[in-house]
T-cell receptor, first 112, second 109 residues
Framework: DTAVSQTPKYLVTQMGNDKSIKCEQN?????MYWYKQDSKKFLKIMFS???????INETVPNRFSPKSPDKAHLNLHINSLELGDSAVYFC???????????FGQGTRLTVV | KNEVEQSPQNLTAQEGEFITINCSYS?????LHWLQQHPGGGIVSLFM???GKKKHGRLIATINIQEKHSSLHITASHPRDSAVYIC???????????FGTGTRLQVTL
């Protein structure tokens, strides 16, 4: 049983397209996150949701829109993809309050 | 300057060696994560600690809150320990993790 699962694992798409990455957790956590890992392997938070409510939005372009239909899901939709969006995107979840975070396997997005 | 600094950036060791990876941070934190990422793989949580020391198998993590420093030790290293080790800290109350730049470890036979 995968605790935090992301789909797809790989995504290759052309500039200008719109794409979505899905994330689901079965750990009963109330907080979910999206992180971006750049080509130098540096991780940075993009968004966090607690009980479906947006808590953190770290100066991410408006083209990125997270959606949390329920506490177990946090999807990431990206409009008008740009070359600079190429990265690995990680979903994670935890209980609220700075507790241990569990990460998905990552989605490698390549924009060509 | 990054709020979380790790050293060394790259580390090569021979099988069996004792390894130490260091993490220093410049902000107040509530807890610190040590994470492991294998090449092409996902991220796995090794430890979360806010004081003292934790041990899991051959891995030991320590933290000194006053000195704003944490170390990850690997005893009797093995090639399967080859991975990137990432330190991350919780700052504030919004469950926000700030990451170090990672330490790439290569353990050879």
């Amino acid at each position: 049983d995968t605790a935090v699962s992301q789909t797809p694992k790989y995504l290759v798409t052309q500039m200008g397209n719109d794409k979505s990455i899905k994330c689901e957790q079965n750990l009963g956590h109330d907080t979910m996150y999206w992180y971006k890992q750049d080509s130098k392997k540096f991780l940075k938070i993009m968004f966090s949701y607690n009980n479906k409510e947006l808590i953190i939005n770290e100066t991410v372009p408006n083209r990125f829109s997270p959606k949390s239909p329920d506490k177990a899901h946090l999807n990431l939709h990206i409009n008008s993809l740009e070359l600079g969006d190429s990265a690995v995107y990680f979903c994670a979840s935890s209980h609220w309050g700075n507790t241990e975070a569990f990460f998905g396997q990552g989605t490698r997005l390549t924009v060509v | 300057k990054n709020e979380v600094e790790q050293s060394p950036q790259n580390l090569t060791a021979q099988e069996g060696e004792f390894i130490t990876i260091n993490c220093s941070y410049s902000v107040g934190i509530s807890a610190l994560h040590w994470l492991q990422q294998h090449p092409g793989g996902g991220i796995v949580s090794l430890f979360m600690l806010s004081s003292g020391k934790k041990k899991h198998g051959r891995l030991i993590a320590t933290i000194n809150i006053q000195e704003k420093h944490s170390s990850l030790h690997i005893t009797a290293s093995h090639p399967r320990d080859s991975a990137v080790y990432i330190c991350a800290v919780y700052t504030g109350t919004a469950s926000k993790l700030t990451f170090g730049t990672g330490t790439r470890l290569q353990v050879t036979l």
